[in-house]
């Protein structure tokens, strides 16, 4: 797939007139962020090599324990701990923790004490490692890939395919159903809905297993996003940056790949979290006047904050709410993923791919190592071992692997 890399990750734009580009080389973005705050260049240091250290690929090193002993201890170190407390050893300044906040919550949807040391780790630092790079053509060109790989090694992936349930024979997954009434039969059921999804829809008819009761104990269901799109001519406090529509998230595909619009054409995407509790029981009159107020309202926001003029230049403009994501994704109340009720112990609460279920796995952002696009790709990848070695196409001892997951269980336990 060809790609453009990009020179840049984020650029926020905070309360204080606080501007921090995070460059795509590490250094750089180390140079900014202390050239605002010297008094805490030290702290500022510590903090992000603590978060290098825990970029390794977590369940791959648990199963490599004795070929990376010191890297999967370091790991085990890291999984209880949150960056909010890691932060905190270093760093005093409440401007730079919040910015550390504002680092986490475009991860987690949450503040820096309430984000998981190892899931803050991977994403502030592979950024750096790998780089951002957009795909020529647009992200969607990454799904076409990954479906065209499965396909080029014999898999068949069915399109408008609704899975309704899961089917149980003698307390084992063997199945799937879909809305049209069709059956498939396998030995291995993957689910990626959610959690709330895969055990209180899927799974209608079977008691919810204990490790998923803690789950449900430790995380609720995190807020979903409002997205506006528009096509457009090329031409607040620390308090609220988790609040509904506190924190504006902008992309501009086009300055990357201008092949994306018609010449002299931006495509803007502008998206905010946003509580499906606000979209309930509308009239479809006054939930389409809905969506126009609130998009006008964060477009006035940019408009007067970055881009002069911006609503004039608008020809083309679509906004889903969270009603929509819960439509085409299939996502419980449009949920971005798992958030944690209170300060969590690191991702201890997380659980991982194997459910208590015989033959039924769980993959994506309510699995650890929790959301994001790179945390739900290492989901996938520790998924693919798991099974791998289940079903007998990876080596395992069957002792250390059960003494593994035992271990794993007790301490989901006590979170």
């Known amino acids: 797939m060809d790609v453009i890399p990009d020179p840049s990750t984020v650029h926020f734009h905070l309360p204080n007139n606080l501007s921090v580009l995070v460059h795509r080389e590490y250094n750089a973005f180390i140079s900014e ?28 090193l648990f199963g490599q324990f004795f070929k990376k002993p010191v890297e999967c201890l370091t790991l085990a170190y890291y999984l209880p701990q949150n960056a909010g407390s890691i932060a905190r050893n270093f760093i005093k300044d409440p401007e730079v923790l919040s910015f550390i906040d504002a680092e986490c919550f475009i991860v987690s949807t949450v503040n820096a004490l309430q984000t998981p040391m190892i899931n803050a780790g991977m994403v502030l630092c592979d950024r750096h490692y790998g780089g951002i790079n957009y795909p020529v053509g647009g992200v969607g060109g990454i799904a076409k890939s990954l479906a065209k790989g499965l396909v080029d090694q014999g898999s068949e992936i069915l399109y408008r395919a609704n899975v309704t349930s899961i089917i149980i024979d003698n307390g084992k997954a063997v199945g799937v159903k879909l809305s049209d009434g069709r059956e498939f039969f396998a030995k291995t059921i993957i689910s990626n809905a959610t959690r709330w999804d895969t055990f209180g829809k899927l799974l209608k008819k079977q008691d919810l297993p204990k490790e998923e009761e803690n789950f449900q104990k430790v995380y609720v269901k995190a807020p979903s996003f409002l997205s ?32 994306l619009a018609p010449k002299g054409r931006h495509i803007l995407h502008i998206f905010t979290t946003s509580s499906i509790d606000d979209w309930q029981g509308l009239s479809t009159k006054d939930y389409e006047a809905k969506k126009k107020l609130v998009a006008d309202k964060i477009i006035s926001r940019l408009e007067n904050k970055l ?46 791919n194997t459910t208590a279920i015989n033959g039924l796995y769980c993959v994506g952002d309510s699995c650890f190592p929790g959301q994001g696009v790179i945390a739900v790709a290492f989901s996938g990848v520790m998924c693919a071992h798991r099974v791998a070695a289940d079903v007998g196409l990876e080596k395992k001892s069957a002792v250390l692997d059960a003494g593994l997951l035992g271990i794993l269980g007790w301490l989901r336990s006590l979170a």
């Open 228 to 259: 506006i799109h528009m096509g457009v001519k090329a031409e607040d406090d620390w308090k609220n940056l988790e609040a509904p529509y506190g924190s504006i998230f902008l992309s501009i595909p086009t300055i990357l790949d201008s092949s």
């Open 33 to 60: 962020l202390t050239s605002r705050f010297p008094h805490e260049k030290e702290g500022i240091l510590k903090f992000y090599d603590v978060c290098w250290k825990s970029l390794e690929e977590p369940i791959y």
């Open 307 to 352: 881009f002069p003029g911006l609503k004039s230049s608008i020809e083309f403009i679509e906004v889903g709410t969270p009603k929509t994501h819960r439509r085409y994704l299939a996502r419980d109340s449009g949920t971005y993923g798992p958030m944690p009720r209170n300060v969590p112990k690191g991702l201890l609460g997380m659980p991982f």
